[in-house]
Nanobody
Framework: QVQLVESGGGLVQPGGSLRLSCAASGFTFSRNPMTWYRQAPGKERELVARIGSAGFITNYASSVKGRFTISRDNAKNMVYLQMNSLKPEDTAVYYC?????????????WGQGTQVTVSS
């Protein structure tokens, strides 16, 4: 079955860095775009960054552009989110997501999330 397992979250001071990882299994990873989302307390889940299947095309939320970098390693079935210059407003649970198509149906698959807390 499809599994997405995030790791790398933690507590970091403002201005610090973290690297999140998402290990994927149960589908053909190299054929699918991957996306990072986040959800802060009391807020809706929002898209942070997206990467195309080959890793050449990336998109970012305006709030993280220039500070976060999404990347992937198709040989290892891994997607990463390098987060630099972290701000308190980046505090959230971070999730990776894949959308898989079977016939005419599309299904969203999410990891369990990893907590990122930016605080002094």
């Amino acid at each position: 079955q499809v599994q997405l397992v995030e790791s790398g979250g933690g507590l970091v001071q403002p201005g610090g860095s973290l690297r999140l990882s998402c290990a994927a299994s149960g589908f053909t990873f190299s054929r699918n775009p991957m996306t990072w989302y986040r959800q802060a307390p009391g807020k809706e889940r929002e898209l942070v960054a997206r990467i195309g299947s080959a890793g050449f095309i990336t998109n970012y939320a305006s709030s993280v552009k220039g500070r976060f970098t999404i990347s992937r390693d198709n040989a290892k079935n891994m997607v990463y989110l390098q987060m630099n210059s972290l701000k308190p407003e980046d505090t959230a649970v971070y999730y990776c997501k894949v959308v898989l198509t079977t016939g005419w149906a599309q299904s969203d698959y999410w990891g369990q999330g990893t907590q990122v807390t930016v605080s002094s």
